[in-house]
């Protein structure tokens, strides 16, 4: 009989998880909130109208039907890795004699008046009210457009800023193709005093000069005080005006595991091994955003690392529960930032370990590669057609 494993959340990583456990002969049941796996990467194009919700959204019945795993539509109220019990909302307690994979992804750092921005790296809903703003402001014809992302002190790891950069430059790229463009003033802000550092030096000066080249105004190295309907005030009372503000926060521990026993870090997220086992609890793995990350200052959570996460769950617990004769997979090895950066009508590659920083510009082609790159990601997942090793 194949040993089981709970795999809880529905995100990238959770699916990839949920593939991976099934490719070692586990018999898997996928818990998730929401009926649909929403890919984050490419949902940069809602707001612009350059992709469909559906687009973006891939049905987990179908995935598990594919794959030959269990879904259940539930959400997760509590977790306690002593007693091994997991609770469900609608489902209520459950007493796990299997492995346990967590992949919960993050809550974000709650600003005072956040409810005064939208962020595409929210609920997937978010990206059409976005739209619709977006929509609202290209009929009235000018505006103040502030796009930014924040920070988390007690974890520098948790910080998004690729998904606001791309989709600053998409809003551009947009709104020049509509010969609007100079009615607008378009400002990107962020804490840091040099936002988008990880990258590397090469694609931070990239960036710099694009910024000069579009017109783009900056504010920089400022904390941010609260949101209002109108802007953005800052610690030294200094105000950003806005007429659309979208902001990514930094993500701190899912709040489902912050009130858990489970071993955590100062941002309540989940302390694990090398091997994605969470500590003093056998045979229960974190992937993805719910884990805390080990490793170089410069380390951040992505979705490949996600990915990477997942599969290696599933092979260390090969190992360990099914006899697999093969060596235990580390991630750390593989930590890397790596992304194609759309620019609507172009794209940069990026990469940076650390020990180099790659910036390749990609014009044009960049942005259908980024596009293929999608398409790519759900044919894939729905095996219509073979899986790049390590993609």
Same mark, same amino acid.
């Given at each position: 009989?194949?040993?089981?494993?709970?795999?809880?959340?529905?995100?990238?990583?959770?699916?990839?998880?949920?593939?991976?456990?099934?490719?070692?002969?586990?018999?898997?049941?996928?818990?998730?909130?929401?009926?649909?796996?929403?890919?984050?990467?490419?949902?940069?194009?809602?707001?612009?109208?350059?992709?469909?919700?559906?687009?973006?959204?891939?049905?987990?019945?179908?995935?598990?039907?594919?794959?030959?795993?269990?879904?259940?539509?539930?959400?997760?109220?509590?977790?306690?890795?002593?007693?091994?019990?997991?609770? @469900? &909302? %609608?489902?209520?307690? =459950?007493?796990?004699?299997?492995?346990?994979?967590? +992949?919960?992804? #993050?809550?974000?750092?709650?600003?005072?008046?956040?409810?005064?921005?939208?962020?595409?790296?929210?609920?997937?809903?978010?990206?059409?009210?976005?739209?619709?703003?977006?929509?609202?402001?290209?009929?009235?014809?000018?505006?103040?457009?502030?796009?930014?992302?924040?920070?988390?002190?007690?974890?520098?790891?948790?910080?998004?800023?690729?998904?606001?950069?791309?989709?600053?430059?998409?809003?551009?790229?947009? @709104? &020049? %193709?509509?010969?609007? =463009?100079?009615?607008?003033?378009?400002?990107?802000? +962020?804490?840091? #005093?040099?936002?988008?550092?990880?990258?590397?030096?090469?694609?931070?000066?990239?960036?710099?000069?694009?910024?000069?080249?579009?017109?783009?105004?900056?504010?920089?190295?400022?904390?941010?005080?609260?949101?209002?309907?109108?802007?953005?005030?800052?610690?030294?009372?200094?105000?950003?005006?806005?007429?659309?503000?979208?902001?990514?926060?930094?993500?701190?521990?899912?709040?489902?595991?912050?009130?858990?026993? @489970?071993?955590?870090?100062?941002?309540?997220?989940?302390?694990?091994?090398?091997?994605?086992?969470?500590?003093?609890?056998?045979?229960?793995?974190?992937?993805?955003?719910?884990?805390?990350?080990?490793?170089?200052?410069?380390?951040?959570?992505?979705?490949?690392?996600?990915?990477?996460?997942?599969?290696?769950?599933?092979?260390?617990?090969?190992?360990?529960?099914?006899?697999?004769?093969?060596?235990?997979?580390?991630?750390?090895?593989?930590?890397?930032?790596?992304?194609?950066?759309?620019?609507?009508?172009?794209?940069?590659?990026?990469?940076?370990?650390?020990?180099?920083?790659?910036?390749?510009?990609?014009?044009?082609?960049?942005?259908?590669?980024?596009?293929?790159?999608?398409?790519?990601?759900?044919?894939?997942?729905?095996?219509?057609?073979?899986?790049?090793?390590?993609?």
């Amino acid at each position: 009989m194949a040993k089981s494993v709970l795999i809880l959340g529905g995100g990238i990583g959770g699916v990839a998880a949920a593939i991976a456990f099934r490719k070692k002969g586990f018999e898997v049941e996928l818990v998730s909130d929401r009926d649909t796996l929403f890919i984050y990467p490419i949902a940069i194009w809602i707001p612009v109208g350059t992709a469909e919700f559906p687009d973006v959204s891939m049905p987990l019945s179908k995935l598990a039907e594919r794959h030959g795993f269990s879904l259940t539509i539930d959400k997760v109220v509590a977790l306690d890795g002593i007693k091994r019990t997991v609770t @469900l &909302k %609608k489902g209520a307690l =459950r007493n796990t004699t299997g492995l346990v994979v967590i +992949a919960l992804g #993050a809550s974000k750092l709650k600003h005072e008046g956040i409810e005064h921005t939208l962020s595409i790296c929210g609920n997937p809903e978010d990206s059409l009210r976005l739209k619709e703003r977006i929509e609202a402001l290209v009929k009235r014809g000018s505006g103040n457009i502030a796009f930014g992302f924040g920070g988390n002190p007690k974890d520098p790891s948790a910080v998004r800023g690729g998904p606001a950069f791309e989709l600053f430059f998409n809003l551009h790229h947009h @709104l &020049k %193709k509509l010969g609007i =463009r100079d009615n607008y003033e378009m400002t990107f802000f +962020a804490p840091m #005093a040099e936002p988008g550092a990880r990258m590397g030096k090469k694609a931070l000066s990239a960036m710099s000069t694009r910024f000069k080249a579009n017109k783009f105004n900056t504010r920089y190295g400022k904390k941010i005080s609260r949101f209002e309907p109108d802007g953005v005030l800052f610690e030294d009372q200094s105000k950003l005006q806005s007429d659309l503000t979208m902001f990514i926060p930094a993500g701190e521990g899912h709040e489902t595991i912050k009130a858990s026993n @489970l071993p955590q870090n100062q941002a309540g997220f989940i302390r694990i091994d090398d091997f994605c086992r969470i500590e003093g609890t056998p045979g229960w793995y974190a992937v993805g955003d719910a884990a805390a990350l080990e490793g170089p200052d410069w380390k951040a959570k992505q979705g490949h690392l996600a990915e990477l996460m997942a599969r290696n769950a599933a092979c260390n617990a090969a190992v360990e529960h099914l006899g697999l004769n093969s060596d235990l997979k580390g991630y750390q090895e593989h930590l890397s930032i790596l992304c194609v950066m759309d620019m609507g009508g172009g794209a940069g590659f990026i990469y940076a370990d650390g020990k180099r920083g790659i910036f390749i510009p990609m014009p044009v082609f960049g942005h259908w590669l980024k596009k293929s790159w999608g398409h790519y990601y759900k044919l894939s997942n729905m095996k219509q057609i073979p899986r790049i090793p390590g993609m």
